[in-house]
């Protein structure tokens, strides 16, 4: 898995959260094709994609949710 941090904030309350992602999520991102693309690369050009899938992993979930948030090709 690819991770990353990002600064989650809800209800006046700020936090980071761990977030990490599945490398067939990673793939099934990928618009450029090429098979052996970095993953850096394509988690950089599809953050915002990957930030939404983990947002809606936490709103499912709850206050209380899981970390790291483990983003998985199905979630994207």
């Given at each position: 898995?690819?991770e ?16 990490e ?42 206050p ?13």
């Amino acid at each position: 898995m690819t991770e990353a941090r990002w600064s989650y904030q809800n209800a006046g309350a700020s936090r980071s959260v761990h977030v990490e992602v599945e490398h067939a999520a990673l793939e099934r991102l990928d618009e450029s094709g090429i098979a052996h693309a970095l993953p850096h690369a394509i988690f950089t050009a599809n953050r915002a994609a990957i930030e939404r899938a983990a947002r809606r992993i936490i709103d499912r979930e709850g206050p209380n949710f899981a970390e790291p948030i483990q983003v998985t090709a199905r979630d994207v």
